[in-house]
């Protein structure tokens, strides 16, 4: 959860997968501040199932399931000096 009055936005639409970490990448912004998320490829297969785990079928999960990937991170940032989370 969240702590009261921290907020973060996601207006940059840019996501990249990292074949070494097994998970897409993505930005949010905390007012200036850039915080690095991770989701796990298993995360995005759990919510696209029966789809290939190549690159351009997780890239093409986390497209479909955006909102509630975004929702998730919402919730599990907590503001602070952590500038990097992983959904998994």
Known sequence: ???AGVVIHFP???RIHDA???CVCFWGYDKARE???QVDDGVLARLSPNKDSDESSLL???DRNRERIL??????Y???P???????
């Not at 952590?82 to 998994?88: A, V």
Request: hydrophobic share 35%; proline share 3%; net charge positive.
């Open 60 to 62: 093409a999960a986390f």
């Open 82 to 88: 952590q500038n990097r989370y992983t959904i998994s």
């Open 12 to 14: 940059n639409p840019t």
């Open 1 to 3: 959860m969240t702590k």
């Open 35 to 37: 915080i690095a998320f």
């Open 20 to 22: 070494s970490r097994h």
């Open 78 to 80: 907590t503001g602070g």
């Open 71 to 76: 929702e998730i991170a919402r919730t599990v």
